[in-house]
């Protein structure tokens, strides 16, 4: 899961979706094998941030940049329509694992995820369907490259003795306090509760008091959650804490945390021969990642693609 968050976030940004305030007829703007692409589709597939009216449908594509964009949405069709043929699909269970996960990472709630998400523009329907591209992205790398790899009971042994640490779990219990950052005076709250605190008052009476977050009404605990899967902003600062201890305010794109560390618990590194699938699989994935260019430049080869812009 460590490594698909990289992933995930490094081409986070290709199917996000936001809402034009410009006014255009919608046309074709490309045709990629038995699919066409329609410039309302392109313009749901970037953040559109410009807020003028402009004479003619090419002015509005030289503004908005759409030109530049339209690749990555050809490079993302072409991956769905592989994926068809390849029979591969991605269930909503994975979905939901996936977003379940990226709100773990960052210590909120799926109001809150959901908040944010209106805040920058962005549909939820759009954040799932970009995980589930994300998914099949990974799924169709992997089989189309995969017999070409070469891996050895070596090289996997190599690469576990190198990436040890990525097979013990450590867990830590947290409490917070979180302010919303859909909160007007959201920084001046978290720095009054970070006041509190350092006042004497107890983490527990200043969660109730000021957090966001469910659990407030317990005190701000979280219970555990595995360090490796904290947002790195969050990570680097509980990493840092004995257990009783709390961090400065933290600011995230979600709002403002304050963590209390409460204990921490370690697993013993996993044997070899347990993880040998998932090794695998991690380095046909890192392999497929440095091949992505190359990949993509086989399928538009061999794809019909007409662009009309």
């Known amino acids: 899961m460590k490594f698909f968050f990289k992933t995930f976030f490094i081409i986070a940004f290709l199917v996000f979706a936001a809402t034009s305030y410009c006014e255009v007829v919608d046309r074709i703007i490309a045709i990629v094998n038995n699919d066409i692409i329609t410039l309302k589709e392109l313009e749901n597939f970037v953040q559109v941030e410009k807020k003028n009216r402009f004479t003619s449908v090419d002015e509005y594509l030289r503004n908005l940049g759409l030109k530049e964009k339209l690749d990555f949405f050809i490079d993302a069709l072409l991956i769905k329509q592989q994926a068809k043929k390849l029979k591969i699909d991605v269930s909503d269970k994975e979905t939901e694992t996936i977003i379940e996960n990226i709100k773990k990472q960052n210590l909120i709630t799926e109001i809150e995820l959901k908040e944010q998400l209106k805040k920058e523009n962005i549909t939820y329907d759009n954040f799932v369907e970009n995980i589930k591209l994300n998914l099949l992205r990974n ?47 959201a920084e ?122």
Do not use: W
């Open 188 to 309: 001046q709250r978290a720095a009054n509760a970070y006041k509190l605190l350092k006042t004497g008052k107890t983490f527990e009476e200043v969660a109730r008091d000021f957090s966001d977050d469910p659990s407030a009404q317990q005190g701000g605990d979280i219970g555990f959650v595995k360090t490796e899967e904290l947002l790195p902003v969050l990570k680097e600062s509980v990493k840092v804490l004995a257990p009783g201890a709390y961090t400065n305010v933290v600011q995230t794109p979600y709002g403002f945390h304050i963590l209390k560390l409460m204990e921490i618990k370690t697993s013993d590194v996993l044997p070899f021969e347990t993880l040998k699938d998932k090794i695998r699989e991690r380095i046909v994935l890192e392999v497929s990642e440095k091949r992505y260019k190359e990949y993509i430049n086989k399928l538009r080869q061999s794809s019909y693609i007409e662009v009309k812009i």
């Open 139 to 185: 799924r169709v790398l992997t089989r189309a490259i995969s017999p070409e790899v070469n891996i050895t009971d070596t090289t996997m042994r190599e690469y576990y003795d190198k990436h040890k640490g990525d097979f013990r779990d450590e867990e830590c219990r947290l409490k917070q306090i979180f302010i919303s950052g859909q909160k007007t005076n």
